[in-house]
């Protein structure tokens, strides 16, 4: 299951751990960071294609 989801969310999302848990049972999976994305330093979401927040309007410089 870590690696179905690890696939579907590796382009989206910088992942690094994954863990799945289920009452006593849990999963664990670690990942090297690919690549960085930039994100808005006020609210923290992804930054479009011409470094312009969606949430607030930040413009990278």
Not at 7 to 23: A, M, Q
């Amino acid at each position: 299951m870590i690696k179905i989801v690890y696939e579907l969310l590796k382009d989206k999302l910088n992942i690094v751990k994954l863990t799945f848990t289920s009452g006593v049972n849990a999963a664990s999976c670690e990942y090297e960071p690919k690549g960085e994305k930039q994100r808005c330093p006020l609210c923290g979401v992804l930054l479009n294609d011409n470094g312009v927040c969606p949430k607030c309007g930040y413009t990278k410089r």
